[in-house]
């Protein structure tokens, strides 16, 4: 049934089974609805003006943490998956959408000083972000915090990270932006670095719900991935851990 999200039929029984879902379904239904005929039609400007809304509401629920204690636990568990991968406090990480630092905090708190870079097209939630780092006490470890448009990585260096790091980015991008990232994201991976990244996964037809969740297939991005000179392996391991899929990549001539 999963596979069958995009259909009207599967989104009635859904809405039959789950009526408390209903009300919110329809305010994100008239917040696209607002946005798009507003003109935000680009993916930055679109998913901006989500950002805005949903930290104006509570910052937890913005980056997908439906309580305090759901936000610690989600963090943990990306935390713990790279530490049990080999992030050492040597390391350099560039953590691709950091939201509010719901795994970042931890990952500024494991590394040595200044080894922690969070870029986010969000400057609602970046401010969030700025405020868990001085609830944290985490200033003396000066993580840097980047405002982005894009996933072009431009003002960077080549061979600049040992680990990059994307929760739940993929699950709200439109295919071409994904693209950017895949094409650009080798140039500035070390030569033994990864790329982790978690996607909706969907073993039928790819498709949106109101330009905010994606699903893909795995070879699809697996495929895009090859494309641009990157080796994509399905992190086997991961799943079962959260409802999205997780995606390793590689430099292939590395």
């Known amino acids: 049934m999963a596979d069958a999200r995009h259909r009207l039929t599967y989104r009635i029984r ?4 789950h009526p408390e879902r209903v009300r919110p379904y329809l305010r994100r239904w008239w917040r696209d609805l607002r946005f798009r005929l507003s003109g935000k039609r680009d993916h930055v400007s679109y998913y901006r003006e989500v950002m805005r809304a949903d930290t104006a509401r509570d910052p937890r629920k913005a980056v997908g943490s439906a309580n305090q204690a ?4 989600l963090g943990q568990l990306q935390f713990d998956y790279l530490v049990d ?8 990480l560039l953590e691709i959408g950091c939201g509010n630092l719901r795994a970042g905090w931890r990952f500024i708190d494991h590394l040595d000083v200044g080894r922690y870079h969070g870029i986010d097209i969000s400057p609602d939630i970046l401010l969030a972000a700025n405020r868990t780092v001085v609830d944290r006490g985490l200033q003396a470890k000066e993580p840097r915090l980047r405002l982005v448009e894009d996933l072009t990585f431009d003002w960077l260096p080549d061979a600049r990270y040992d680990v990059i790091h994307a929760h739940s980015v993929f699950s709200h991008c439109p295919i071409e932006v994904i693209e950017e990232c895949f094409a650009h994201v080798g140039r500035i ?3 033994d670095g990864w790329f982790d990244c978690t996607f909706n996964a969907t073993a039928g037809k790819e498709h949106h719900v109101l330009h905010e969740d994606y699903y ?7 495929a895009l991935a090859e494309r641009h000179g990157l080796t994509a392996v399905f992190q086997e391991d991961w799943e079962g851990r959260h409802k999205q899929s ?3 990549l590689t430099n292939t001539a590395g």
Do not use: N
Not at 70 to 73: E, N, V
Not at 85 to 92: A, I, M, N, Q, Y
């Open 246 to 248: 997780k995606l390793r």
């Open 85 to 92: 991968h080999g992030l050492r406090p040597d390391h350099d």
């Open 216 to 222: 893909y297939r795995p070879a699809t991005l697996i």
């Open 189 to 191: 991976l070390r030569e």
């Open 14 to 17: 859904y809405a039959l089974r």
């Open 70 to 73: 759901r936000w610690l636990a």
